[in-house]
């Protein structure tokens, strides 16, 4: 049977990292416009060549009228990383030599605290507005919640106030984040509804913004406390995400989101809430709550710093 090939236009960097060597492994799950590859720890997702930029997406030379599901990609069939290609079945092939290896783009340094503080007050503005009733956006900004939202909010708001405090004591010294319980980190693991839940993107978020503003140390020590948890706690894709999160890295246009808060760049504000609001149902806003909550937090313990002298 001659297969189907496709040409892979873009990987992230982690999956082209890992991926210099043969592998094996299954399709773990198949929606309509993409669909997730299991290699043990290496997860990642093959889609259309409208799949957005991020670390777990490969995006191909398919057409984005496709669906995988008619076409007959399942779930369990064998796949197989070679060389030059992809193999799924022996339906479907995927060209990987010629892809281009995507990275992203890291906020400009250093950070001023007037930028910052233009941009977190204009993104909250209007962000209020468009933020969906059901994501932690709610817990961190205020505004009307669902009645999911309140049920889960029950558990999340004393872990966010936590997370805070926990947050705010380390940037002030890294020391006070070795000493401090981190309880709150592991009651939001898996916290939610869907592929990755609220709890997950929080956390997330929280780990991309410390490596966006110098302080990777801090995520590497967050991760290093709940990974054991985590790996028990949530789905596989959802635990992929949060890997990569640890190691900096998130969605394109979440990246694109921070830096026009940090500098201040209020015309641009509005288009990065745009792409935001396009990350799964609540994800881009659960993981943008991660990013604000990090971000107050620094510019409290600097303000704290300052005043100390």
């Not at 092939?93 to 910052?116: C, M, T």
Request: glycine share 10%; charged share 20%; aromatic share 8%.
């Amino acid at each position: 049977m001659t297969p189907l090939v496709f040409q892979v236009i873009t990987m992230g960097h982690l999956t082209s990292e890992k991926m210099a060597f043969p592998l094996e492994g299954t399709v773990l799950t198949v929606f309509r416009s993409s669909f997730y590859l299991n290699f043990g720890k290496l997860i990642f997702c093959i889609g259309t060549r409208e799949l957005p930029l991020g670390p777990l997406n490969i995006s191909t030379s398919a057409s984005p009228e496709i669906n995988w599901e008619e076409l007959g990609v399942r779930k369990n069939v064998p796949a197989k990383r070679l060389k030059e290609h992809i193999r799924i079945g022996c339906k479907y092939l995927f060209i990987v030599s010629g892809a281009h290896e995507w990275s992203p783009d890291q906020i400009r340094k250093p950070l001023y605290n007037a930028a910052l503080e233009r941009g977190l007050a204009t993104f909250k503005e209007k962000a209020l507005k468009m933020a969906p009733d059901e994501c932690l956006w709610r817990f961190i900004c205020g505004g009307s919640l669902s009645k999911n939202a309140n049920i889960i909010g029950q558990v999340t708001r004393r872990n966010i106030s936590e997370a805070r405090q926990w947050l705010t004591q380390a940037l002030i010294d890294k020391n006070n984040a070795e000493a401090m319980k981190i309880d709150w980190a592991k009651k939001l693991v898996g916290l939610g509804y869907g592929l990755t839940p609220s709890g997950d993107d929080f956390l997330g978020g929280i780990m991309i913004a410390l490596h966006s503003i110098g302080k990777g140390d801090l995520s590497y020590l967050l991760w290093s406390k709940i990974q054991n948890h985590v790996s028990s706690s949530t789905n596989l894709i959802s635990i992929a995400h949060m890997r990569a999160a640890s190691n900096g890295i998130g969605a394109d246009v979440i990246h694109r989101a921070i830096s026009t808060i940090a500098d201040g760049d209020l015309k641009a504000i509005e288009g990065s809430i745009l792409g935001v609001d396009c990350i799964g149902h609540t994800s881009g806003w659960d993981i943008l709550s991660g990013f604000f909550v990090v971000l107050e937090s620094w510019l409290y313990a600097n303000n704290k710093k300052a005043a100390w002298g």
